[in-house]
């Protein structure tokens, strides 16, 4: 199989940007899962000083098929977003935002659905479903939010957002991954679903919350798959699922691991820290700040090639299981390669039973980072 050139890894860069150290919901009564340490009980904050549409500028030189994403917290979302979302689409480049869809100003929906009308087909949202009834929902989220987000996706398909959901795959979820697919693609027309692996850090530790069983994982997403149709397959394209069935009817395509050890992916803070991704705010993956460097320093820099490389270097056995390093990190240097490894024996035993035989290299779930 043919392997991507360097420059073909680049060519899809990707930008993501956290513009305020703050969440209302985490200030005041946290998502039960949020691993996000910093914005507990975090005060609305003044503008950092960052010059975020001068950071725009300079990665829309990386490229013209250049995303960016902005994953704020609740309620961290206003005119200076806007400016930034505008700069992007002005810039000939896509963006999203990742969102819980409940604290969103009535102001900042019409400016992003005016924008969405203006730039078709290059502004997407993410939204934070995380089941398909309040009693789902409920588990990780305030179950009298639901109601809203399920409102704000349908209204953010009608004014031509791109509208993919995130769902946190936990084992008190998990059984109900079915119909929460089937929620989501056949009854609000969502085209993507993103699967995030719970990440037993921060709240979600405090309160307990459970990894899903990885058979019954498996189980339940491979039943998903191959019993949906392909408006319902397109919708998982990038989870493990898509790239077993591309394995077994031969169409895989090949990938390189963990996109930030790959290709040219930024994440930077509200304060102006740069990393390789927002699940790697670790001290070893730390590259600069950009006070202090351009985009393009701090991409040659030795400090992002040693973060890439430690990155690249927590790929698994198995062709078809990339797993995000930052999970693996949270699991602790002792749990962090069984973790990996038992999804991966999984996918290895089911391909040998069909007499799939896959070489390291060849593919890989390339797990479709949900920011
Ligand atoms: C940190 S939030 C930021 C955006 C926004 N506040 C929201 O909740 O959508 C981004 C994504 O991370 C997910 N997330 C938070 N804690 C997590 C955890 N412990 N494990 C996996 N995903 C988590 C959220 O569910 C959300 O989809
Ligand atoms: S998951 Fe999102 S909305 Fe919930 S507390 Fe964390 S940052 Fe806030």
Sequence with gaps: MKRKSLEQKMENPLLVLETRNY??????????????????????????????????????????????????????????????????????????????????????????????DEHKNKLGVTVSLDGETRETYGQLRRPEHFDSVVSFVRDAQSHNLDVATNYVVHAGNVGSLQDYVNFVVKELGVKKINLLELNSTGNAKRNGLKEADSQQYFDVLMKTFSEGDEQIKQALDGTFAAEVYKAETGLSEGCNGCPAGSKGMYFIQHDG???????????????????????????????????????????????????????????????????????TKIITNYLKEKGIELTKGDSCNCYSPAF
Aim: some cysteine.
């Design 273 to 343: 820290e740069i990393f390789p991704c927002s699940s790697l705010e670790l001290p070893q993956y730390h590259v600069g700040d950009v006070e202090r460097m351009t985009l393009a320093e701090a991409d040659k820099s030795m400090e992002f090639e040693y973060a890439r490389k430690v990155a690249q270097s927590l790929k698994t056995e198995n062709p078809l299981v990339s797993m995000c390093p930052g999970r693996l990190e949270s699991f602790g240097e002792q749990g962090r390669m069984e973790q990996a490894t038992e999804m």
């Design 23 to 116: 969440c209302a919901i985490a200030s005041e009564d946290p998502c039960k899962h949020c691993s996000v340490e910093g914005y507990v009980r975090a005060e609305p904050q003044m503008n950092s000083g960052v010059d975020w549409l001068n950071i725009v500028e300079q990665f829309s030189e990386f490229g013209e098929n250049g995303h960016v994403v902005l994953k704020n917290g609740a309620g961290a979302l206003g005119d200076s977003e806007i400016s930034i979302l505008e700069k992007t689409l002005n810039e000939g480049l896509s963006a999203s935002i990742t969102t819980e869809g409940v604290c969103v100003p009535n102001k900042f929906k019409s400016e992003l659905y005016k924008l969405a």
